[in-house]
């Protein structure tokens, strides 16, 4: 199994910018992709953005341009760093590995507020 420890989170002004970092530990050599998701209060949580061993990145059409996931040097890491920050982008983001066999671990989750 493998356990996400999430940072980053906070309040800003609309059109500011934010970074999350998220970093697993225990069975990372099982991990095939790393992505955070989001959820707004009374939504369902939904894809930001995740980044596969091989390099592969999907954006969700409501960030495309504005948020951008990576590894870093270390592939039991991934950052979000978020640009142009909007009050709708406000939610509490979550940390997603899947592992072989299509195991998924979440994190604890981080509030990330944009005032307008």
């Known amino acids: 199994q493998v356990q996400l420890v999430e940072s980053g989170g906070g309040l800003v002004p609309a059109g500011g910018s934010l970074s999350l970092s998220c970093a697993a530990s225990?069975?990372?050599?099982?991990?095939?992709?790393m992505g955070w998701y989001r959820q707004a209060p009374g939504k369902q949580r939904e894809l930001v953005a995740f980044?596969?061993?091989?390099?592969?990145?999907n954006y969700a059409d409501s960030v495309q341009g504005r948020f951008t996931i990576s590894n870093g040097n270390a592939k039991n890491t991934v950052y979000l760093q978020m640009n142009s920050l909007k009050p709708e982008d406000t939610a509490v983001y979550y940390c997603?590995?899947?592992?072989?066999?299509?195991?998924?671990?979440w994190g604890q989750g981080t509030q990330v507020t944009v005032s307008s």
């Open positions: 225990g069975s990372i050599r099982d991990i095939n992709a």
């Open positions: 980044i596969t061993s091989g390099g592969s990145i």
């Open positions: 997603k590995a899947r592992l072989t066999g299509w195991r998924d671990y």
